[in-house]
């Protein structure tokens, strides 16, 4: 609980810090903008939550969220059959990627940097210009206006809802997180360690490919580079989330709320009206901020 | 191998043999356990215990021979359950969802309360009055408690009961009064007509439970016999080593005993003093602040800034792998690793001093391993340690701080550490020793003991005696004395 203290904190100060600057984003309006694009950033984030909690890490997830974005706005809207079944061979690869990575003890971080060159390549041959339409169905659920409370916060607590109660509540995610604590126990207990990261990742490759039908819902077309920052966001936002990239401790909720900060962290600083040249320094400022003030709560703990 | 004992029997092996390319870790093995036995399973680092259990429990299949679980198919089935020295648990989950981890039936809806039910009704019952709660991270919980986590695992209730457990090193993290539990619930599994098979290094435990006792060496089962064959002496002349119960005073000892009062070379917070080319031992139950004391003392001694290339102090580890081991480094790297700052040239390493070092210390504290250049984790536990010791005597640090160093290690190893120990001692060295081990703090020139964090009793000399360390460890109401 304590863990996931720090990432709530930050995520209250940055909003009163905007509520403070801009006071019309006091709204049902304001905050379905302000929280809009962090959607399809929450679900990336808790796919690579997937990925970093059996040890691993996802140098591919921008490029893939992209592929899934080109495939989503090029072919599904005018052949679902087609785009359905790219989709779901999506995830079979990266579950195939996952098996091959525990069978050849690859490095991760090797087989994902060269996998994104490979999505890359495939959301260039499926959309070579941006361009695309969202599925109306698609555009009609990520734009939907319900009472009180604004599709964006609705769509996080389902989010992250969803993968507590996967990742966290259920047998099947204890035997991923057994996998990133301790492999060698999990095989001795006669389990596959193969088999068991084949469905981590496609567990992570189903998160992304929401991600990625998520992202088209709300822009309506798609690009090859459209989410190419997706990597690095996903990466902030399970450490900001009180993750660590070793040992299986990850927490979805806290990945949830670390992809909400940082697309709270653009906003504040538009409303600053810091020039955008300034704007990724800064974000990287606000990052390195909070990772701060976890490692002293951290500190405080120990000594408790 | 059909006679009625057999086909009662849990596990038998009919001639087993295992081998690792040239080395055979397991040589021709006839054994069986049957319901109700306790086996007591002794030999020194390398003698093919680990080997033995690992085929027991399926890990590995034999190179020749079978191994049968009469009315089974396989382990599982069998109901064979370990736990190992090097863990078994996954220290990012719960207790209750480590139980997931070994048992396949917890799935669906409610299997975290059936889970619960399991682990903690274990648990009450091995370690009564236990503190341990279903819904804590392994990683928040001490070593002990791990270590009773780990227990309980193996004997809970389960799809397929448990009728072996094999039990490597099981006390080793515990102290005593927790392990008598643990040996009072061995003798009512048993009782029930459940098997274990015990692996301990303390002899007393063995004798304790184990109806039977199999010695092995050099892969080989030499001796099997029930427990009441064998004395103490004997087993240990079994095993091969002798245990040499005298020892001398180290000269530091004998200059006080002649009246030196010079000055100490150091002194902790918690009081705990020594002079130059003493051993002082730390004792008391595991986890009175020892470990901590140690620590901190070290820590003072030594800069978070930049490495020394004369350290004032050099640190053994107890816990190797969380401590010690660069698990992908070879056995000369690791062992450099410490004297690293004097072994370089415009900033670049001696090779050629490096590998000088590390042929020296093999020598000299008897690592056994063909080539120095092999990764560290192919030696076995005791040989580790082995090498852990030689990278911080590779120093010229004048104190070596010692974190209980020698848990789970043979009797072999460890006479020939305290042989290194004194002679280095004679040399000048002073050592700070923490030591969950009646028999290692015997060897230590001065003893504090420790309780509740703070020093509850100093003893010198002759003073160090069982009696007086238990009774200081334990002291009710009056202050010491």
């Known amino acids: ?304 | 191998m059909t006679t009625g004992n057999d086909r009662a029997a849990v596990v038998v092996l009919d001639g087993a043999s295992k081998s690792f390319g040239a080395l055979k870790a397991l040589d021709r093995v006839d054994l069986s356990v049957g319901p109700g036995e306790c086996l007591g399973l002794v030999g020194h680092n390398g003698a093919g215990k680990s080997t033995l259990v690992n085929l027991i429990t399926g890990l590995f299949a034999p190179t020749e021979g079978g191994v049968s679980y009469p009315g089974a198919a396989d382990h599982r089935a069998a109901g064979i359950r370990s736990i190992s020295q090097e863990g078994t648990l996954c220290p990012n989950l719960t207790v209750l969802e480590n139980l997931q981890v070994t048992q396949r039936d917890l799935t669906g809806w409610g299997w975290r309360g059936a889970a619960a039910g399991r682990v903690m009704a274990a648990l009450d019952a091995i370690f009564p009055g236990h503190r341990i709660r279903a819904h804590t991270l392994v990683i928040d919980m001490t070593l002990a408690e791990q270590q009773m986590v780990e227990i309980a695992i193996g004997f809970a209730e389960g799809a397929t009961p448990a009728r072996l457990v094999v039990l490597d090193e099981p006390t080793s993290s515990l102290d005593a009064s927790i392990a008598a539990q643990l040996m009072t619930h061995i003798r009512r599994f048993c009782a029930g007509g459940g098997a274990v098979i015990f692996i301990s290094h303390m002899l007393g435990e063995i004798f304790d439970v184990a109806t039977r006792i199999v010695v092995m060496r050099d892969g080989r089962s030499i001796a099997d016999r029930p427990a009441g064959d064998f004395t103490r002496q004997g087993l240990v002349d079994a095993m091969g080593h002798v245990a040499d119960d005298d020892h001398q005073p180290s000269p530091a000892a004998l200059a006080r005993a002649l009246g030196d009062k010079s000055s100490h070379i150091l002194r902790t917070p918690e009081g705990v003093e020594a002079r130059r080319g003493e051993i002082v031992g730390l004792a008391g139950l595991a986890g009175h602040g020892q470990a901590e004391a140690l620590a901190r003392f070290y820590l003072s001694r030594s800069s978070d800034w930049r490495g020394a290339s004369d350290p004032q102090a050099v640190f053994v580890a107890g816990d190797r792998k969380r401590d010690g081991v660069m698990p992908v480094w070879s056995i000369r790297r690791n062992l450099t690793l410490a004297a690293l700052d004097r072994l370089t040239r415009w900033g670049l390493i001696d090779h050629a001093a490096e590998a000088r070092i590390g042929s020296e210390w093999q020598k000299r504290i008897g690592i056994r391993t063909p080539d120095m250049g092999n990764p560290i984790l192919s030696l076995s536990g005791g040989n580790q340690q082995k090498a852990l010791f030689a990278r911080a005597l590779a120093t010229q640090a004048p104190v070596v701080v010692m974190d209980d160093p020698m848990r789970g290690v043979d009797i072999g190893t460890k006479t020939e550490v305290y042989d290194m120990i004194r002679h280095e001692a004679a040399n000048g060295r002073t050592f700070l020793w923490y030591s969950t081990e009646m028999d290692e703090i015997r060897n230590c020139d001065r003893v504090f003991v420790f309780r509740d964090g703070a020093i509850s009793a100093e003893l010198e000399g002759v003073q160090i005696t069982e009696e007086a360390i238990l009774a200081a460890s334990f002291e009710f109401g009056d202050s010491a004395a």
């Open chain 1, 1 to 304: 609980m304590i863990r996931l203290a720090l990432p709530v904190i930050s995520l209250v100060v940055l909003i009163c810090a905007v509520f403070w600057l801009q006071p019309r984003a006091m709204s049902y309006v304001g905050l379905n903008l302000l929280f809009n694009l962090a959607v399809p950033i929450a679900l990336a984030t808790v796919a690579q939550m997937v990925i970093i909690m059996v040890g691993d890490i996802d140098l591919s997830m921008g490029a893939f969220v992209s592929l899934i974005a080109c495939i989503t706005a090029a072919i599904l809207p005018g052949n679902p059959a087609l785009g359905a079944v790219m989709l779901l061979g999506c995830i079979a690869a990266y579950a195939a990627l996952g098996a091959l990575i525990e069978a050849r003890q690859l490095p991760a971080i090797v087989v994902t940097l060269g996998m994104s060159f490979v999505w890359g390549g495939a959301a260039v041959l499926i959309l070579p210009s941006p361009g695309g339409t969202a599925p109306g169905w698609l555009t009609a659920v990520m734009k939907a206006k319900p009472p009180l409370v604004p599709m964006a916060i609705i769509a996080s607590i389902i989010i992250a809802a969803v993968a507590h109660l996967v990742v966290m509540r259920s047998a099947f995610g204890v035997r991923l997180r057994a996998l990133g604590g301790n492999a060698r126990a999990v095989s001795r207990a006669g389990r596959s360690t193969i088999a068991l990261r084949a469905w981590a990742y496609a567990l992570a490759g189903v998160f992304a490919v929401a991600a990625g039908m998520a992202l088209v819902g709300l822009t309506t077309s798609g690009d090859a580079n459209i989410a190419l920052r997706y990597t690095l966001l996903s990466i902030a936002g399970v450490i900001l989330g009180g993750g660590e990239f070793t040992g299986g401790r990850v927490s979805p909720i806290g990945a949830v709320i670390g992809a909400l900060t940082l697309t709270l962290a653009g906003s504040f600083l538009s409303f600053l009206r810091l020039s955008p040249d300034w704007q990724i320094g800064a974000q990287g400022a606000i990052l390195i901020l909070v990772l701060a003030a976890r490692l002293v709560v951290r500190q405080a703990e120990k000594r408790a």
